[in-house]
């Protein structure tokens, strides 16, 4: 198993930056393909980003891409989420994700097919 910790959310006005972190406890961190998924009150938990086990394939969601970015450190076992120009929309829980398996040049952007969570972090942006 392992076990993860959000940290970096908090209120900040539209157009400003945020940095999520997710640390890492347990099983060997580079097994693990990550993702950043959020959910909004009322909506579904949406994928927002992912990373491969060794960092070198990163995918987005259409409404991210280009103001977001996930990167990750195995020798400190986090991953992390770069957001900038963050637009209102953008407020919500997130949470991030690994999977245990991964298959080479595949994606994995539903959350049914991650198997561990954290307890997520709130993002607020005003306008």
């Known amino acids: 198993q392992v076990q993860l910790v959000e940290s970096g959310g908090g209120l900040v006005q539209a157009g400003a930056s945020l940095r999520l972190s997710c640390a890492a406890s347990?099983?060997?961190?580079?097994?693990?393909?990550m993702g950043w998924f959020r959910q909004a009150p009322g909506k579904e938990r949406d994928f927002v980003a992912g990373?491969?086990?060794?960092?070198?394939?990163?995918y987005y969601a259409d409404s991210v891409r280009g103001r977001f970015t996930i990167s990750r450190d195995n020798a400190k076992s986090t991953v992390y989420l770069q957001m900038n120009s963050l637009k209102p929309e953008d407020t919500a829980v997130y949470y991030c994700?690994?999977?245990?398996?991964?298959?080479?040049?595949?994606?994995?952007?539903?959350?049914?097919?991650?198997?561990?969570w954290g307890q997520g972090t709130q993002v607020t942006v005003s306008s």
């Open positions: 347990g099983r060997t961190f580079s097994n693990y393909a």
């Open positions: 994700a690994a999977r245990d398996g991964t298959t080479t040049g595949r994606t994995y952007t539903t959350w049914p097919e991650y198997d561990y």
């Open positions: 990373i491969s086990w060794d960092g070198s394939r990163t």
